[in-house]
């Protein structure tokens, strides 16, 4: 692939996009690590989207879509090919009484927002997680006991061979951090609709308040991260089992294991992807010794070593 070449033709192909060669993915993550991408673009239009999907199958040319990277880890080698970040894909529309409607890069906790404005209520748990739409479907996020599968009803998506489709209601397979889309890395997410309920805006706005309190004192939001980095075993809590470890304040590098919460890993200054890494590798080895209890990452990890 000529990137310089590449890039002039997705000029063509996405009119009005932002596009940039090597681009550092450490601007794109919210950990704030991650080597560049040959090729990074953020398509304004859905149609832009799949053109440029069309593109690259016809060129054989690999492409990583992405969100906003808030529960993403890329190495330090970086992305060959193109990656494609859906936060310019942010509308948000009401579609019914009770119905939004949000493109894949709509930000989570603006949906939230909008959704409180309407008098609309079941996107509560949502307004403090920093990820988008896409994202949060593709791998049902939730929160405080709420989750993008419990009112998510129609998810339209592409997939890389340029097949478009829809899932409705059960087919989009929700569980715990994961969906029908988490298993694929051939599909991306174009929009999703929401069936909310009626709800009063003090009390909806109370709620998200108390949420925002909540994560405000317990979660180490004054660094970069990736949220919570381990999904949460089955009768066990990761941070917990990472405390009783011994391991909270345990660092590598510019990695730590957050002394606020341990089980956020987070950037204390200038870490690398490896550093990251190596907190991981260190916390899931030590739980193992200690509980018998193998962590999985809840984190994606992705690129070039």
């Known amino acids: 692939m000529n990137i310089t070449e590449t890039v002039s033709i997705l000029k063509d192909i996405c009119p009005g996009s932002d596009i940039r060669e090597n681009e550092p993915m450490s601007a794109h993550t919210t950990f704030r690590v991650g080597g ?18 069309e593109y690259a199958r016809s060129e054989q040319i690999h492409v990583t879509v992405i969100g906003k990277g808030s529960n993403l880890l890329v190495r330090d080698g970086g992305i060959r090919g193109i990656v494609v970040e859906t936060t310019a894909l942010s509308k948000i529309e ?13 930000s989570l906790a603006n949906l939230a927002i909008f959704a409180r404005d309407c008098g609309l209520s079941g996107l509560e748990f949502a307004q403090g ?31 890389f061979s340029g097949a478009v489709g829809r899932l409705v209601g059960k087919e989009h397979r929700f569980g715990y951090r ?8 051939d599909i991306v997410i174009l929009r999703t609709e929401f069936e909310l309920e009626k709800g009063n805006i003090a009390a909806i706005t109370e709620e998200m308040n108390d949420y925002r309190r909540r994560r405000k004192a317990t979660q180490p ?18 941070g917990k089992l990472i405390m009783d470890s011994g391991l ?14 341990a089980g956020f890993v987070i950037n204390c200054g200038g870490a690398t992807c490896q550093d990251v890494l190596e907190v991981m590798r260190h916390v899931v080895s030590t739980v193992k010794e200690k509980f018998g209890v193998t962590l999985e990452p809840e984190v994606k990890i992705i690129g070039d070593n």
């Open 94 to 106: 009401k579609k019914k009484e009770n119905i939004l409607l949000a493109e894949s890069g709509a």
């Open 221 to 238: 939001l004054e660094y970069p991260s990736a949220g919570s980095t381990f999904k949460r075993p089955e009768g066990y809590f990761a």
């Open 36 to 53: 560049p991408a040959d090729i990074w673009c953020a398509p304004v239009t859905c149609d832009a989207l799949i053109a440029l999907l």
């Open 248 to 261: 909270r304040g345990y660092t590598s590098g510019g990695a730590q294991v957050s002394e606020k919460h």
């Open 178 to 185: 994961s969906s029908a889309f988490s298993d694929r890395d």
């Open 129 to 159: 997680i920093p990820g988008t739409v896409g994202g949060a479907v593709y791998m049902n996020a939730g929160a405080y006991g709420g989750e993008i599968g419990l009112v998510a009803r129609l998810t339209e998506y592409v997939t």
